[in-house]
């Protein structure tokens, strides 16, 4: 549990600056705040109201309203596979069960030494490309069950210490 | 090819940098509209008859010029790349490949509309893509094509990129301005329409990705020259984002008005070996599912609806014979469950109670009566709902009864799904096969 540090307070000051309203600051402001802790923390909505303005139960509000926040710690890896129809016709069912066997947990779960966590989300918008997931800042395209395999053993080898990867957005800061 | 306009430029290589861009005519139609009075832009979009091509396909044109002259409020002009229709990913393609096209049809627009802000709203996941922008922007900026001033025309230009956070109903225009106020992104009530009150509470456009990178070619070669493609209501080419089970899916510009048939088998290759087309959602999984027996049409605005269906966002979902189409019901209304932003209680209450009867129906054959009751439901929310998301929700529960009733009824016979066990040697073998 942490509050935003004085380098997170900057980034999101800067980016209420840009806007009409530094209300519209508050998406970009919850990323940066995920980025900080991995999720986005209690601690981290009290500053982002205070900065912008505007009440905790409002920030709170908005960051359960969408699917990228978490509110709890999850894994360090996670795993975001479509399960969408075009996914679905094309073998996001088996990338769903390979998961569960493989990291012996189910969606949304996290394993027990805090490495993995996999979810099932709605369309990624990548259909022709189909079975796909979302890890870190990038799309596994054409997703195979071997590669998969391959991943999560690499990512198993890495130092338990390694930062957590997600996805990092870019343009939060671009010029106005 | 030549029968292309927003993906013509994609084979050049680099063509996502600004100088091999400018080295093949890029952001000509800048200082070719500044040298037009707002009105001329609007009326040569308007001429083109270009239609919005994130769904609902209204008049881009006459969107424009809903917007009030002399309010003393500033403009906005916002472009739409929250992609999350299931079944479209041609916008993703446009902006990862040619982000320029974008930013020099925004500039176009902002001069159309009399904006001199205006804001991309791009949906979290793709990450791609907002790195993409934010590269380009940097070099718009740089190159002055983007800022005060540009390009010493003294028209000023400001264009700034946002990120959603995983909420398909933001693609929705007013919820989308809702979130981009920092807000939980919620439909708003019409009227009044952005054009007139909109983000900040100011007159505001709100325009898909592809609809905006046609304008630099319409202003570039003029109004009949966009309509030498197309029909006569439908004028102009469109991405169709193929998936599902062709040989060759992806995305394929063609003119409006190309047989179906002729882009299912002659650019996306055709069903897979062994198969049979079953269906075809056309438009995004919020339109009509069509029966094989109903793919012999054209693909424009008017012929897709009179054959029951809806061009929509032309994201086409290619089923084979081995979908269950109970199961394909169940999966979308599954989407639209998780999507309803809960602000409305048909969408909120009937997505669940769909999706709740479609599961029995599959995993335990429910009853008899479950399907009556479906059409029951979805009859309670058609035109009922605050916004389309609830209103098309029961796109795939109403087609899929009046075409394949049937399986559904074999459902309740079987105690769940017949197919239930075909699917997992095939599934394995698309996993692999990727």
Known sequence: MASLTESSRERVERIAARYPERRSALLPALYVAQEQDGYVTDEAIEDIAGILGIS??????????????????????????????????????????????????????TTLDGKFMFEVVECL????????????DRYYENLTLDQLDQLIDELRSRPADEPQRAPQLTGLEARD | MANEI?????????????????????????????????????AEVKDSGLRGRGGAGFPTGMKWSFVPRDTG???????????????????????????????????????????????????????????????????????????ENIQGTGFDCHISLHPGAGAYICGEESALLDSLEGRRGLPRLKPPFPAVSGLYRSPTIINNVETLCNVPHIINNGAQWFRQWGTEKSPGTKIFSVSGHVRKPGNYEVPLGTPLMTLLNDYAGGIREGHTLKAVIPGGSSVPILPAEKC??????????????????????????????????????????HESCGKCTPCREGTDWMYKILNELEETGGRKEDIDLLLDITDNMDGKCFCPLGDTSIASVVSGIEHWRHEF??????????MRRRGEAELEGAAAAG
């Open chain 1, 125 to 136: 918008g990548a259909c022709g490309s189909a079975p796909v997931m979302l890890f870190g």
């Open chain 2, 296 to 337: 012999d049409i054209n693909l424009d605005y008017e012929s897709i609806q009179a054959a029951g269906s809806m061009l929509g966002s032309a994201g086409m979902i290619v089923m084979d014979d081995s979908t269950c189409m109970v199961w394909a019901a169940r999966n979308l209304v599954h989407f639209y469950r």
């Open chain 2, 73 to 147: 409020k500033p403009h906005y002009l916002v472009c739409n790349a929250d992609e999350s229709e299931p079944g479209t990913f041609k916008d993703r393609e446009l902006m990862e490949v040619n982000p320029h096209q974008l930013l020099e049809g925004m500039i176009v627009a902002c001069h159309a509309i009399g904006a001199h802000r205006a804001f991309i709203y791009v949906r979290g996941e793709y990450v791609g893509p907002l790195r993409v922008l934010n590269q380009a922007l940097e070099e718009a900026y740089e190159r002055g094509w983007l800022g």
């Open chain 2, 409 to 418: 009824e074999a459902h309740v016979e079987n105690r769940g799904c017949p």
């Open chain 2, 6 to 42: 927003v993906f013509s430029q994609n084979h050049i290589p680099g063509i996502r940098g600004i100088d091999v861009y400018l080295e093949n005519g890029g952001y000509r139609s800048v200082k070719k509209a500044l040298e037009m009075t707002p009105d001329e832009v609007i």
């Open chain 1, 56 to 109: 905790p139960a409002e920030v709170k509000g908005v960051a359960s309203f969408y699917t990228m926040y978490y509110n709890r710690p999850v894994g360090r890896y996670v795993f975001q596979v479509c399960g969408t129809l075009s996914c679905a016709l094309c073998g996001a069912e088996e990338v769903i069960r390979f998961l569960e066997r493989k990291l012996g947990v189910r969606a949304g779960q």
